[in-house]
């Protein structure tokens, strides 16, 4: 039962690699690496006082507009591509996970962004305050 569920776990991750293999990514390490991806590398980096925003721009400038990186079991995408940024957060209808927007819009407990159209996750609702920004 144990090798099971092993060879199933290895096939999720062969699997939600293989997906994004087109796309540049930092070298993971070993076989360690390949389940755990950059944690490692981002726990380490974390620990000496620094943002992950500061390791993404690294990596932004090393693998370009366009990289992905798996920490644990996520493949998680990053662009700096204006048009991509727009059709990701404008035109096309990609769901907005409530945790990460909640995080944007009330860091440490706090409104910041609050639900502007930055941090709104309810559609019907970003779609009305979006409407007030078109012309005419």
Same mark, same amino acid.
């Given at each position: 039962?144990?090798?099971?569920?092993?060879? /199933?776990?290895?096939?999720?991750?062969?699997?939600?690699?293989?997906? =994004?293999?087109?796309?540049?990514?930092?070298?993971? @390490?070993?076989?360690?690496?390949? =389940?755990?991806?950059? =944690?490692?590398?981002? $726990?380490?980096?974390?620990?000496?006082?620094?943002?992950?925003?500061?390791?993404?721009?690294?990596?932004?400038?090393?693998?370009?507009?366009? =990289?992905?990186?798996?920490?644990?079991?996520?493949?998680?995408?990053?662009?700096?591509?204006?048009?991509?940024?727009?059709?990701?957060?404008?035109? @096309?209808?990609?769901?907005? @996970?409530?945790?990460?927007?909640?995080?944007?819009?009330?860091?440490?407990?706090?409104?910041?962004?609050? $639900?502007? /159209?930055?941090?709104?996750?309810?559609?019907? @609702?970003?779609?009305?305050?979006?409407?007030?920004?078109? $012309?005419?």
């Amino acid at each position: 039962l144990l090798v099971i569920i092993s060879l /199933l776990i290895t096939l999720k991750f062969f699997v939600l690699r293989k997906k =994004y293999e087109h796309l540049p990514s930092p070298e993971s @390490k070993g076989l360690i690496g390949f =389940y755990f991806g950059q =944690y490692f590398t981002i $726990h380490e980096f974390l620990s000496k006082n620094n943002f992950i925003e500061e390791l993404q721009l690294n990596w932004s400038s090393k693998f370009g507009s366009v =990289y992905v990186y798996q920490f644990l079991h996520q493949m998680i995408c990053i662009t700096s591509e204006e048009e991509a940024i727009k059709k990701i957060l404008i035109d @096309k209808d990609f769901p907005k @996970k409530p945790e990460i927007y909640k995080i944007v819009g009330f860091p440490f407990g706090e409104r910041f962004l609050g $639900h502007g /159209l930055v941090s709104e996750i309810d559609k019907e @609702k970003w779609r009305n305050r979006r409407a007030l920004f078109n $012309h005419g």
